[in-house]
């Protein structure tokens, strides 16, 4: 039990147990830790919280209504900004943004507001009675959005609310993008995600899977079908990797397909389903962010004996939530610290066997504002093993700017535009990662929310 001046702490399995299998780590707070938390919050006349938080949601209020045990009216108060926050209370990084934010946070005390959004998340979805999602009258138009992640959800959904019609194309066979490829079920369960997607669709939103646009049909394509508009939130999936020598070799995965292959395609429950994933007893992960963290741990519950997190820079520069990396402690990872691939060597038939690592030391702050890495001469080491995932991040991919040759991109291929999503093809719009790069769940939603009115506003001037 915390104290009542301290943020309560988030109940979990055990370590030993859990690294076993793929069940919720996090298993929520009790309604007693709920309004211990709740009360904390000193409901603040300028609530530096909502301005913290991407989609504005009134935190404030929501506490407020918890404190009095009103957990569905909470739940109306989240869900007037925010259509996924079960999702939200789970992986969104709270303590850079609506935590931070938090007056109490001075203290390092802030009140738990990721969690007590999930509790009242996870309150509705059990307790409030089925019904039929409003349908707000028609305004004859239509709005295609390519890509069912946070920020082709949220667009869709504020969309729907002002009476589009909206159909969202996406690509895998499951709707979800990051949420369901990207992201372990033992972050986050899929039948949550599910449900916050039936959610839509019971706001009469439609949704196309096996549908990848940029193949199967282009965007001056939906333009002929009939949409008035068009918004891209396809994210930055494209597999990135460091161009050592043996990345080639077999058993040497990145992170995109590795995780697909765990996470969507389920490969965890192999042979119950067809897809497997071939690991090995000693895997190493290269890389210090949330997906490298979300790698290893996926490795060592898939049966693996040994795990290894390399990373090229201290502990204290990693871009991963703390949370996630003393979990990952916790479950048995090890970590290599100041260290970075340069070689990996194959067997005769080309299997990876071994990585070939140097040592690093911290220089000049780079663009990035941390300590540039700098190897040590002479400092090469092997370790054996027998597969790879390469988890330093991911680039836009170029399916749709290749076949939309009147639409700007930058040097790195992500979408030019402006600070309201309108990209340089008149109609067409973008946001989320395929613009900013990888960043948060939340901060995808915020586009996409923010978007869906420049789209509102600029059909209706149309009209005029």
Not at 14 to 37: M, Y
Not at 168 to 178: L, M, N, Q, R, S
Not at 230 to 259: D, K, Q
Not at 293 to 310: F, H, N, P, Q, W
Request: net charge neutral; glycine share 8%; aromatic share 6%.
């Amino acid at each position: 039990m915390s104290k009542p001046n301290e943020k309560v702490h988030m109940l979990t399995q055990d370590a030993q147990k859990r690294k076993n299998n793929f069940s919720e780590v996090a298993t929520g707070l009790t309604e007693e830790l709920v309004l211990q938390e709740a009360e904390r919050c000193l409901n603040c006349k300028n609530p530096l919280c909502v301005a913290g938080c991407p989609v504005g949601i009134n935190i404030p209020k929501f506490i407020q209504l918890i404190k009095e045990k009103k957990y569905l009216e909470a739940a109306v108060v989240i869900n007037q900004d925010n259509l996924l926050p079960a999702i939200c209370g789970r992986v969104c990084p709270q303590e850079n943004q609506c935590e931070q934010a938090c007056v109490l946070n001075k203290s390092g005390k802030s009140i738990g507001i990721g969690y007590l959004e999930r509790f009242v998340a996870d309150y509705q979805r059990k307790h409030s009675k089925e019904e039929t999602k409003e349908r707000p009258s028609s305004k004859g138009k239509k709005v295609a959005i390519i890509g069912s992640g946070p920020s082709g959800l949220t667009c869709a959904s504020e969309l729907k609310k002002m009476g589009y019609g909206v159909t969202i194309f996406e690509a895998f066979h499951k709707p979800g993008g990051v949420l369901v490829y990207g992201i372990p079920e033992f972050r986050l369960p899929k039948d949550i995600v599910n449900y916050e997607i039936d959610n839509l669709r019971k706001m009469g939103v439609e949704i196309r899977t096996n549908s990848v646009i940029g193949r199967l049909k282009t965007i001056d394509k939906l333009f002929e079908e009939g949409f008035d508009a068009v918004y891209i939130a396809t994210g930055a999936g494209h597999p990135v990797f460091m161009s050592v020598e043996g990345e080639e070799l077999n058993y040497v995965y990145s992170s995109n397909e590795f995780l697909t292959r765990v996470n969507l395609m389920e490969a965890y429950k192999f042979p119950e389903v067809d897809t497997p994933v071939v690991l090995g007893k000693k895997v190493a992960v290269i890389g210090g962010g949330n997906t490298a963290m979300d790698s290893a741990r996926c490795a060592l519950r898939m049966g693996t004996e040994k795990v290894y997190c390399i990373y090229r820079r201290s502990e204290k520069e990693m871009p991963a939530r703390v949370e996630e990396i003393e979990h990952a402690k916790e479950e048995g990872v090890e970590f290599m610290f100041l260290t970075a691939p340069v070689k990996y060597i194959g067997d005769t038939e080309n299997n990876v066997k071994k990585a070939v690592c140097i040592k690093m030391e911290l220089g000049e702050l780079d663009a990035s504002g941390r300590r540039r890495p700098v190897p040590i001469s002479g400092s090469e080491f092997e370790i054996e093993v027998d597969s790879v995932v390469v988890a330093i991040g991911t680039n836009a991919n170029p399916l749709i700017s290749e076949t939309t040759k009147d639409m700007e991109v930058n040097k790195w291929g992500y979408i030019v535009a402006d600070e309201a999503g309108r990209t340089t093809k008149k109609y067409v719009y973008a946001g989320g990662d395929i613009v900013t790069g990888s960043a948060t769940v939340i901060k995808a939603m915020g586009a996409g929310k923010e978007t869906a009115h420049v789209i509102d506003e600029d059909l209706e001037k149309k009209d005029r």
